[in-house]
């Protein structure tokens, strides 16, 4: 249960953090890192399909509140993620960082086109920013590079709580 409870947390600080005006600082060529989609998915990877797809839903729906959009995309978008992601996890053997890093890849990938068909099917026709200019492709290596650290970090935190 502790195991939970930590990514939980995690997950709560950094739906915060993304939230905040400090968060917009932090950026390459306009484009900024998902913490969220970093720790969703380490912990969809550690803790399984049906744990990753409830934490999706729940923090998809929150960044959905907050953000304004339309209700619904981002959990949609976040719960597929955390139990692909959760599937993936369990097929696997070992609890390799390489392994996470270049899921990560596809899984933001993946979060982009999502997000970008919803937006196409219930915003705007034709709406595809995500791809434009590269966007997507970047935000994966940024999230790619930051997930290394996060991973250690969430590993060494679990090791202390399961204790």
């Not at 409870?5 to 995690?10: C, D, G, P």
């Not at 729906?61 to 369990?90: K, R």
């Not at 705007?124 to 991973?151: D, K, M, W």
Request: glycine share 10%; proline share 4%; aromatic share 16%.
């Amino acid at each position: 249960m502790r195991k939970y409870v930590v990514f939980i947390l995690l997950l709560a600080f950094f739906v915060f953090f993304q939230s905040t005006l400090f968060f917009e600082k932090i950026n390459l060529r306009d484009v900024s890192p998902d913490f969220i989609l970093i720790i969703l998915s380490i912990a969809a990877f550690l803790l399984g399909p049906m744990p990753g797809q409830i934490m999706g839903f729940g923090v998809g729906l929150i960044v959905d509140i907050l953000s304004g959009g339309l209700l619904g995309m981002s959990a949609f978008a976040y719960t597929i993620i955390g139990y692909g992601v959760g599937i993936v996890g369990d097929i696997v053997y070992g609890r390799n960082i390489l392994i996470s890093i270049i899921l990560l890849f596809f899984v933001t990938i993946v979060k982009g086109v999502l997000l970008s068909m919803l937006a196409a099917m219930f915003l705007e026709p034709g709406y595809f920013a995500y791809f434009s200019q590269g966007r997507i492709f970047l935000e994966a290596v940024i999230n790619c590079l930051l997930t290394p650290p996060l991973f250690f970090i969430i590993m060494r935190v679990k090791k202390m709580v399961t204790v």
